[in-house]
């Protein structure tokens, strides 16, 4: 067994130690953009700590960014038929994606990103706002 496993451990290895020497490059290439760019402050303003400058983190692109939601959004409505509502299509994709349905949190974000996705596909003609029973709205497809 240990003659089946050990190239495999060896090559694993061989891989992680070729990631790290590229992730260390990166890292010294960061930290001399940082170094060019501090002396480029200081040219301007010699007095100015760069040193309190905080780091300020990116959010990382979801796929929701990128149209997905609103495409979801729409096929669920166009496979519907009918009006429905904001929660309903968001528990139908919280179903798709086989997320955890019991999750409040999630459940309560997939809404509002349901929301935003309707508001926008509303502005572009391709849904409306219809009532239904109960103080909740519907949403069909604009014909």
């Known amino acids: ?21 590229k992730a260390q490059g990166h890292v010294q290439q960061l930290h001399a953009d940082l170094a060019s760019l501090d002396a480029v402050i200081r040219q301007f303003d010699p007095d100015y700590p760069v ?9 990382a692109a979801s796929a ?6 609103s495409r979801t959004v729409l096929d669920i409505l166009r496979r ?5 509502s904001t929660r309903d299509i968001a528990d ?9 349905a019991g999750d ?8 509002k990103r349901v929301n935003m996705a309707l508001r926008y596909q509303r502005t572009n003609g391709m849904v409306r706002e219809v009532a239904m029973a109960g103080a909740e709205a519907a949403w069909e497809i604009a014909t």
Do not use: C, T, W
């Not at 040193?51 to 959010?59: D, E, S, T």
């Not at 139908?92 to 955890?100: C, D, K, M, T, W």
């Open 1 to 21: 067994m240990a003659d089946q496993v050990m190239p495999a451990l060896v090559k694993r290895r061989a891989e992680l130690m070729a990631e790290l020497e």
């Open 64 to 69: 929701a960014e990128f149209g997905s939601m």
């Open 104 to 111: 409040k949190g999630l459940r309560s974000n997939m809404v």
């Open 92 to 100: 139908q994709i919280i179903a798709e994606r086989a997320l955890n």
């Open 80 to 84: 519907d038929g009918g009006a429905l």
């Open 51 to 59: 040193g309190n400058i905080r780091p300020r983190y990116r959010r």
